[in-house]
């Protein structure tokens, strides 16, 4: 059975030449990057060399690329510091960012009794800009945290107004990129952005490996308390064929940008155009989203919605219903309850997403999935 990936906003397919260079620094550059010697030295310039490579395709300084596990960790790690360390009263947030962001400003509301605030999500899945400025208007010392692409609906957020509105009115800016970086373009030097975070798997890079950025002159709490690895801000022996093989995927995913995106740009367009005329009830949830997520709403019955991703799985075809962790839950996406009216969301949702990798023959054999539901 031909086996078909459109679940690429979940996670992608490493690219060979980044399996290449992991698999030369596990067989040769083992040496501990905090270790004196020639092969701690190797390790450690492999290291810094990744860390440039990174802060090069993004247009900052190397010195605000620090490395996490992932971006939860980063995510965990920033949202808490703004509060025990600089000094934030209030959160501004959306009720459709990822559980990695949603859960810590929920605990942290709990932990520390700070304000939280919600802005409002329009039908279109854009966030309501206009109230961002309204609640942004009462002068407490805030930060903003807003995702760039939403992750199952492909809503894309204007970074760089949101990046000026939160200077306006001298709020910090934490942006959730997880979906964005190796997808689009950054200029850190021009957005107005204090922290964005990453996680390597979402660009064809290993997993447990990410990273924070955090604009220069902003001081920081150890996320972990240990050796002197990452300045002192997360201890512990970094995992350099993780970091190499992140640093690889970057550079490609940006050397390749422009092509990848065409083509992948064109595959929505084929999917669309074919899921259309094979059921032409079927609804795009959110408005203008990112060229490589496409929510739909399947003019099915609201039966068919518990055992449409596991017949489609039966089928070698795997899509996602929301992110990953809900997948295959009955549960409807928080994303979605934000968008659609409840008849709606009862109905079966699918969250389509593409890498290069794919094929028309990998968006043919979804849609005779779906024509046999
Ligand atoms: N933010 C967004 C938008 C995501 O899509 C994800 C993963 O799906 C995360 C954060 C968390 O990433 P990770 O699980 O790699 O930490």
């Not at 509105?165 to 997880?178: G, M, N, P, R, S």
């Not at 990410?210 to 972990?224: H, S, T």
């Not at 084929?270 to 795009?284: D, G, H, R, V, W």
């Amino acid at each position: 059975m031909k086996k078909v990936y459109l679940d690429n906003a979940a996670t992608t397919p490493l690219r060979k030449e980044v399996i290449d260079e992991m698999m030369l620094v596990l067989q040769s550059d083992y040496g501990n990057p905090s270790s004196t010697h020639s092969y701690g030295r190797s390790a450690k310039t492999a290291l810094e060399t990744s860390r440039k490579t990174i802060a090069k395709c993004l247009a900052c300084s190397s010195q605000e690329i620090v490395f996490t596990a992932n971006a939860t960790e980063a995510t965990n790690w920033i949202l808490r510091n703004a509060v025990c360390k600089l000094g934030v009263k209030r959160i501004i947030t959306s009720k459709v960012e990822h559980h990695a962001t949603l859960y810590t400003v929920q605990n942290l509301q709990k932990e520390f009794e700070i304000e939280v605030s919600y802005v409002n999500v329009l039908a279109s899945g854009e966030i309501d800009l206009t109230q961002l400025v309204n609640l942004l208007s009462i002068n407490t010392k805030t930060i903003v945290t807003l995702m760039h692409v939403n992750n199952e609906t492909g809503s894309v957020l204007d970074c760089d107004k949101v990046g000026r509105i939160c200077e306006q009115h001298k709020a910090l800016f934490h942006c959730d990129t997880v979906q964005s970086i190796g997808k689009t373009e950054f200029n850190l030097n021009e957005i107005q952005v204090d922290f964005i975070v990453a996680s390597a798997h979402k660009f064809h890079g290993p997993k447990g490996i990410g990273f924070a950025y955090i604009k220069k002159g902003i001081v920081m709490q150890p996320m972990l308390y240990g050796g002197e690895q990452e300045k002192g801000l997360r201890a512990g022996t970094e995992a350099v064929h993780q970091i190499v093989g992140m640093a690889k995927a970057i550079e490609l995913a940006y050397k390749n940008l422009n092509e990848e995106r065409i083509y992948i740009t064109n595959l929505k367009s084929y999917c669309i155009t074919k899921l259309q005329s094979n059921f032409p009830e079927i609804k795009i949830n959110g408005t203008d989203t990112f060229y490589n997520i496409l929510n739909v709403l399947l003019p099915f019955s609201e039966e068919k919605t518990a055992m449409i991703l596991f017949n489609l799985d039966i089928k070698g075809i795997a899509v996602s219903r929301g992110s990953a962790c809900q997948s295959g839950s009955i549960k409807p996406s928080h994303v979605l309850a934000e968008m659609l009216n409840a008849d709606d969301l009862k109905k079966p949702s699918l969250r389509i997403s593409f890498s290069h990798y794919n094929t028309k023959e990998d968006i043919d054999a979804l849609i005779d999935g779906l024509k046999g539901l």
